[in-house]
């Protein structure tokens, strides 16, 4: 098989809507019921789309932005957008409405898909600083009077006029005319370290990188995804959306993050694209019920999860099992290990895992329930993935070893370096930035790391290693998951470069606090009150002491603020 056997995003869509025809290709909640399209269907909604694009006047190289939660709509509109031969441009829809404003003017944006209402009101706010957009298309309908030009999905696609084979011909035309080098979409970073960069990826960029990771993955046909990540996020549009239909897979919908529990057991998913947050919480919850038990019924937890751990390691690492693991594997999966396995369906195959550094203790706790986590390791820059662990090449602790023709290299520093096939164009409109990113045709990751037999292992962000005042080198992201392993503690950010010690920002699991609090019979107005009472800061501290134990003496906490809500862009 050809490395990337398409042109385009396109002409991928075309060739399996032409091969699959009526299977299978999204399925999503609308008006309380599952509503499904096939691939055929799939490819005719995106033409719609993209014909009533160009009765606008959009032509290729236009930009096109996307300012929607997750939805059907979203992926018809990125597929009209980029059958037009235009550029897709996608806003988180978590972006405040300045942020919203710099991606549409940076990007030069003529059009806007939106979800609905909440939406528009943030473009509302900036109307007068956004003179470019033309146009804004929403998948929602309105009522009331719109202050931006504004018209419905509905409208735009006339989806009850049925595509002509003139106007078939025409689109095929536009498709065939698409260069595999050429843009087909700008992400904007979160610009957390100052002002958002335009990452540009080509459409050969993001095909690489599906076909690669399905090679790498053994991924099959007819699997079910169910996503759930933002698709404005590069880790869910490759590896949760173009992955699955260049491999022939469904993608299935969940109604929010909220209800993934349920949604897991309604669409049985095979794969999942996760992020660790979600393995945290899961993690967290089952120890909950852990500690509920008798002290016999825990002690018996312990005995199978390492019965798990050693058959894990001798059946995936060195690939021999003997007959009595095997056997006590069996006895430990039927009395434990398949009920904490319902909760994720049936067919539950792996869940990959990127976005941020998932601990290793928590990852090697979900392989010995059964639950395969393949953790990988890339960038908005590379189209993400540059590399991760598979069945047949395993090493907990790494991010796995590098797709085909992906070449790592640490520099001097201890940054990784890194070239291949899905390293980006540059940044848009940013010259400076993009010679900056690369030394000698190598991108710099402005991740440390090494590489062991292979396999790429990550110590820390180049930006975030603490050098203390005592001239100490620490690296904060052991320590922050350390802290997040706590069940009282939900996020955690550890801080002290040039500082004679470490402090931390921890977020409370505020299900756990509440509970605390009507323990202890607290008396409080709100969350700001709650997280600074005497009892809640003393519980804390014995939290923190615990973490502080596992640590070398320069590493440990000396301070910490407990804050009353979650860590978010939004709130800077």
């Not at 056997?327 to 792996?350: C, E, I, P, T, Y």
């Not at 400076?432 to 790391?449: M, P, Q, V």
Request: with cysteine.
């Amino acid at each position: 098989m050809e490395k990337v056997p398409f042109r385009s995003i396109p002409d991928l869509l075309r060739h399996q809507a032409n091969r699959l025809d009526a299977k299978l290709a999204v399925k999503y909640r609308k008006q309380g019921n599952w509503v499904t399209l096939s691939y055929s269907q799939l490819f005719n909604r995106a033409l719609i789309v993209a014909r009533g694009l160009r009765k606008l006047g959009v032509k290729p190289g236009d930009k096109i932005a996307i300012l929607s939660e997750n939805r059907v709509g979203w992926v018809i509109a990125d597929l009209g957008i980029l059958c037009a031969g235009a550029v897709t441009v996608p806003a988180y829809a978590t972006n405040t409405p300045e942020q919203v404003e710099y991606t549409l003017n940076h990007s030069d944006a003529r059009i806007v898909f939106i979800s609905g209402k909440a939406q528009y009101r943030k473009l509302i706010k900036i109307k007068d600083a956004i003179p470019m957009v033309q146009l804004v298309v929403s998948f929602e309908r309105f009522l009331g009077e719109p202050s931006l030009p504004l018209t419905t999905f509905y409208q735009l696609s006339e989806i009850d006029d049925p595509i002509t084979e003139q106007e078939r011909e025409e689109l095929s035309a536009v498709i065939d005319a698409i260069d595999p080098e050429s843009l087909m979409t700008i992400i904007y970073t979160s610009g957390t370290t100052g002002i958002p960069k335009g990452v540009m990826l080509s459409h050969r960029n993001m095909l690489f990188d599906a076909f690669a990771t399905i090679r790498k993955a053994s991924v099959q046909e007819g699997e079910v995804f169910l996503s759930f990540l933002p698709l404005s996020h590069v880790l869910e549009r490759c590896t949760g959306y173009y992955l699955p239909i260049a491999s022939g897979a469904m993608i299935a919908f969940a109604d929010s993050i909220e209800k993934i529990a349920e949604n897991m057991l309604e669409i049985q998913p095979t794969i999942m694209v996760c992020v660790p947050r979600l393995f945290e919480k899961i993690h967290s919850r089952i120890y909950e019920h852990v500690h509920q038990l008798s002290l016999y019924k825990r002690k018996l937890f312990r005995n199978v999860l390492s019965v798990g751990r050693r058959y894990v390691h001798a059946r995936y690492i060195d690939k021999k099992v003997s007959l009595w693991l095997a056997l006590q594997h069996a006895v430990a999966d039927r009395l434990v290990f398949s009920k904490l396995r319902q909760r994720f369906g049936s067919n539950l195959k792996f869940c990959s895992s990127g976005g941020a550094p998932l601990d290793r203790e928590i990852n090697e706790f979900f392989w010995s329930i059964g639950v395969p986590i393949l953790e990988g390791y890339g960038l908005t820059e590379t189209s993400p993935v540059l590399c991760n662990n598979t069945f047949e090449q395993l090493r907990f602790g790494s991010v796995g070893t590098p797709l085909e023709e992906t070449e790592f290299r640490v520099a001097q520093d201890g940054e990784l370096l890194v070239r291949g096939p899905q390293v980006m164009l540059g940044y848009y409109k940013d010259q400076a930035a993009t010679t900056e990113a690369f030394s000698d045709g190598w991108l710099k990751t402005g991740d440390i790391g090494r590489i062991e037999s292979g396999f790429v292992v990550i110590t820390d962000r180049k930006k975030d290693l603490i050098v203390t005042a005592g001239g100490k080198n620490i690296a904060p992201q052991p320590i922050e998951n350390l802290l997040k392993r706590d069940k009282y503690i939900s996020q955690a950010y550890v801080y002290g470069d040039k500082k004679p010690y470490l402090t931390a920002l921890l977020v409370p699991t505020m299900e756990k606090l509440l509970e605390f609090a009507q323990e202890k019979k607290i008396v409080y107005t709100d969350l700001e009150d709650l997280v600074v009472h005497e009892p809640v800061l003393e519980l804390y501290r014995q939290r923190v002491e615990a973490v502080n134990a596992e640590l070398a003496h320069y590493e440990t906490i000396k301070h910490f603020v407990l804050l009353p809500r979650d860590f978010t862009l939004g709130a800077g």
